[in-house]
T-cell receptor, first 109, second 114 residues
Framework: GQNIDQPTEMTATEGAIVQINCTYQ??????LFWYQQHAGEAPTFLSY??LDGLEEKGRFSSFLSRSKGYSYLLLKELQMKDSASYLC??????????WGAGTKLIIKP | DAMVIQNPRYQVTQFGKPVTLSCSQT?????MYWYQQKSSQAPKLLFH???????NEADTPDNFQSRRPNTSFCFLDIRSPGLGDAAMYLC?????????????FGPGTRLTVT
């Protein structure tokens, strides 16, 4: 079966760094997406990785290791507005997104 | 400027009363998706279109149907809503850009069934 695992909830302090992990087992791989979703709102695209390595976009970076079926999202200089759910999704061989349940990130002052 | 627009943003319907949700996009993306998302859960894919080719997921209930009359518009019809269909319905578009993909979600329609 297809499976995406990520922690249910994480807590971090404003100004700090947090790493949200995602492991996956899917039928085929055509890239991994990270989304941010605030409560009651639609997901917002953050990043797409299809090759191994680190992609940096401002305060957010995303890493992929295809051999390990592993990705992480790194958030630096955390701000209160970063409190949200972060969803990992893998595009399978049929170009469909397989979604994780999301990690709720709580930022404390 | 909004690129993926969903109407209405909030919809209340009665048990068993048909409802139609709409989505439009100004991006000219060839792929469109309908997702259902319940609280604290991952989005669940209901339908997707690649251009006009329609695909429904194997576990999408027959109660749900979709139409895409042209590139810009897509509709989700719920023929006989049940209490379990109360959820956020998300429309998304996707386009391939070289070796990468761009995806955009609409703001969603929150459906309440009374």
């Amino acid at each position: 079966g297809q499976n995406i695992d990520q922690p249910t909830e994480m807590t971090a302090t404003e100004g700090a760094i947090v790493q949200i992990n995602c492991t996956y087992q899917t039928s085929g791989f055509n890239g991994l997406f990270w989304y941010q979703q605030h409560a009651g709102e639609a997901p917002t695209f953050l990043s797409y990785n299809v090759l191994d390595g680190l992609e940096e976009k401002g305060r957010f970076s995303s890493f992929l290791s295809r051999s390990k079926g592993y990705s992480y999202l790194l958030l630096k200089e955390l701000q209160m507005k970063d409190s949200a759910s972060y969803l990992c999704a893998v595009m399978d061989s049929n170009y469909q997104l397989i979604w994780g349940a999301g990690t709720k990130l709580i930022i404390k002052p | 400027d909004a690129m993926v627009i969903q109407n209405p943003r909030y919809q209340v319907t009665q048990f068993g009363k048909p409802v139609t949700l709409s989505c439009s996009q100004t991006l000219n993306h060839n792929v469109m998706y309908w997702y259902q998302q319940k609280s604290s859960q991952a989005p669940k894919l209901l339908f997707h279109y690649y251009d006009k080719d329609f695909n429904n997921e194997a576990d999408t209930p027959d109660n749900f149907q979709s139409r895409r009359p042209n590139t810009s518009f897509c509709f989700l019809d719920i023929r006989s809503p049940g209490l379990g269909d109360a959820a956020m319905y998300l429309c998304a578009t996707q386009v391939e850009r070289g070796s990468s993909y761009e995806q955009y979600f609409g703001p969603g329609t929150r459906l309440t069934v009374t």
